[in-house]
């Protein structure tokens, strides 16, 4: 089985705090994706990985940056965390593109609230 | 522009009901997932369907593939409470998308004891 695990559940911080989410997939897939969730918004992409080193903006990276220094692990970084980046954050990895399977596995969310 | 128009949003029935959760576009996709997600978790990933047409069934739930690719239906039969979630479908392999999915915003299911 897939598993992708994200460092935190629940995460409280600050307004100008910088915060980092992690996540770790253990099946060698090539791409990772950072996702957020909001009531009637749904899930938007912010930024995906398809190797080592390798990422590009999804449809809301601003305010956001992320981190793959290893395969398995991918970071989301909130440079200076704002109220309007409370969400719900969900990590998702997937094969390549080109093994024709598209589908995600996603981790359990981690619940970011900024005060 | 929303790529995946799911319906309805919301559906709310008793236990035992039939429902279906219709998926539509106006984009052609080489493959399908539907996922359920409860509150405070990830989605799970329940089926994948990549061939025009094809029907799939897990237990109570049966997933169909539209001819054309661009549609999809979930169907429960004999809702039960353990059904209720949040159910998403997914989209891959749109000619511009390259390994990202395109998803739909979702139709939280609520089935009553």
């Known amino acids: 089985d897939v598993k992708v695990t994200q460092s935190s559940r629940y995460l409280v911080k600050r307004t100008g705090e910088k915060v980092f989410l992690e996540c770790v997939q253990d099946m060698d897939h090539e791409n990772m994706f950072w996702y957020r969730q909001d009531p009637g918004l749904g899930l938007r992409l912010i930024y995906f990985s398809y190797d080592v080193k390798m990422k590009e903006k999804g449809d809301i990276p601003e305010g956001y940056s992320v981190s793959r220094e290893k395969k398995e692990r991918f970071s989301l970084i909130l440079e200076s965390a704002s109220t309007n980046q409370t969400s719900m954050y969900l990590c998702?990895?997937?094969?390549?593109?080109?093994?024709?399977?598209?589908?995600?596995?996603f981790g359990p969310g981690t619940r970011l609230t900024v005060t | 522009t929303q790529l995946l128009e799911q319906s309805p949003q919301f559906l709310s029935i008793q236990e035992g009901e039939n429902l279906t959760v219709y998926c539509n576009s106006s984009s052609v996709f080489s493959s399908l997932q539907w996922y359920r997600q409860e509150p405070g978790e990830g989605p799970v990933l329940l089926v994948t369907v990549v061939t025009g047409g094809e029907v799939k069934k897990l237990k109570r739930l049966t997933f169909q593939f539209g001819d054309a690719r661009k549609d999809s239906s979930l169907h429960i039969t004999a809702a039960q409470p353990g059904d209720t979630g949040l159910y998403l479908c997914?989209?891959?392999?749109?000619?511009?998308?390259?390994?990202?999915?395109?998803f739909g915003e979702g139709t939280q299911l609520t089935v009553n004891p």
């Open positions: 998702a990895s997937s094969l390549s593109g080109t093994s024709g399977s598209y589908e995600q596995y």
């Open positions: 997914a989209g891959g392999g749109r000619e511009t998308s390259g390994s990202r999915l395109t």
